[in-house]
Structure formats: structure tokens, C-alpha cells
């Protein structure tokens, strides 16, 4: 079969030919239609992401959207290595499997799974957000940041702080307050963690997450208690790490969480993508996305794109 093939951590997979996976006890082999290029799927592969442990050649790609042996259109997780999702084929293990809904292309499946699972979770499982609850999107421009204020919206949100970098993507997104992280944006993030926030969900750590940081726990310390806030940590595309003052935790309601493999259960990640695929046709979620051929895999590895890349077999 044609697939991805990466042959060396670091360096760009080649669109070359690839064993096909036989199917063993427990998993089932599925036909690809869309596998997402998300940056975790980059990260491991270079070897810089914790959960990196491949050896020798493997198809990269952690999820996407195919058919079974029966024809059922599936979204999957995890494929057993080294058959990584961006290939022709997949193998994957049976509890790795939900439904795709008739309502939902594979595209869009495959765009808003991999953009909008790690809010779904974090929203769900870890920050366990309320009704009329107050939500800070660090990072609202990117694929995963549009599909958080999305989540947030459908788990109840009164209102959603969108935070990010471009203020022409801020923009365009369906946010109550949209703050461009400029030189002077510490005085108007200060002013929203003043009104109340409830959540914060990071998905760049590094620097604009000290900001937001700092923002939140800068001169607090009241003697009636401050409010609870709740941290979530997604993603570290701005940088691997910053230096949290320990006063910032004792003075606040401070709570810093992480949600991701090993913070979470895959089979919760497993149920996560089957609700969120579940519910987006009624609630009308949209993630943009971009279709590349697998043959221009190498090519579109290291280009960046403003919208979420799905590698598509061409068959026929």
C-alpha cells in the first residue's frame, strides 16, 4: 500500500510504499479516507512529544476517518504501530473505534475530532465547567483554539475570552472579548480575570501562557478567599516551559491541570471523540480544514497552514 513513511525521528516522512497491516485478534484494518497532520502527529514524530517511543520506519498519525471491513464509517484513535493513520490502510484495536455520523462528511469528521477533542475532554473530564461558567481560550486562533470556544459554548459558557497573537483571525471568531496579545494586552486581561474566569484553556504554554498567568494572580490575596480558577494545560506550541512563581498558587484559587495522554484514560479519550462526533451535527460545529494528497506528504509537512491539513488517500 502507499503511505507516509518516516524512517528517521525528525526528519519529513516520504510517500513511498509501505506493508499493508493483516488484521490480528481484537483489531480491525481500516481503509483511510482523511488522517489529520495535527501537531501531535508532528511532535512524535520528531521525537520531541513524551509519548514518543517509535523504532525503525512507521506511518505516522494518531487518529482519522475510514471504513471497516462491514463499510461502517468510523472515526479511530491510536493505531497500532508502526500502521500510523497516514497511509492507505490502518490497523487499530476495537475499543479504538467510534462512529462516524450520516450527517458528517469524512472530512468534516476528521477536522472537527482531532481540532475539538481536547476541549471536549478538558471541558468534560478535567476543568468539570458549569453552567453560566466564564472560559479563556489562550491560543483562539489556531484549529483546536476556533473548536474550544465551539465546546465551550455547548457545555454552558456565558461568556468566552478568546486570546491569541493575530488579531485578524481574533477577529473573525465567535468570542464576547477578543484580546490580541500586544505589548500593552497585560492591563485588559487583568480587567477580564477582575470580572471572573472560571477556566482557562491553554493549548501554547511559554510565554503568552505567563502572561495570561500573570494577569490572573498578580496582586490577589484576599483575606475572604479568592475564587477558583482552573487552569488547563492543552498544548506547548509557544515553548516547553516558564517559571511559575509558587506565591501565584498560594495567593489564588489558582488550579494548574493537564489533559492529554496519561492526565486522561484513552478509553475516556475513546468515549470523548464518540460524544463529540455525537453531538456535532446538531450543534453545528465547523472546523476548517485543507485536503492534501498523501502523495505531497513531504511537501506539506513542513509548510504551515492557517486551517487544520488532512492527508487524503487517492484511490482509483
Known sequence: MKAAIVQTLGMAPSYADFREPEPTAGQTVVAVRAAPLSPIVRALASGRHYASGASGAFVPGVDGVGVDPPGRRVYFLFPEAPFGSMAEKSRVANAMIVPVPDALTDEQAAAIATAGLASW??????????????????????????????????????KVIAVGRNQQKLAQLDADVKISLHADADDTLRTQFDAGVDVVLDFVWGEPALRVLRAATKGRGARTGEPRLRFVQLGTVAGAELAVRGDMLRSTGLELLGSGIGSVAVKDLVAGAGELLATAPAAGFHAPFKR?????????????????VLVVPMRG
Not at 492534501?292 to 487544520?308: F, G, H, M, Q, Y
Open 292 to 308: 492534501v494528497p498523501l502523495s505531497a506528504i513531504t511537501k506539506a509537512w513542513s509548510e504551515e497552514s492557517d486551517v487544520r
Open 121 to 158: 475532554i478538558a471541558l468534560s473530564r478535567r476543568a468539570a465547567i458549569h453552567q453560566g461558567a466564564t472560559v479563556l481560550v489562550n491560543g483562539a486562533t489556531g484549529a483546536a483554539g476556533g473548536m474550544a470556544i465551539q465546546t465551550a459554548r455547548h457545555f454552558g459558557a456565558r
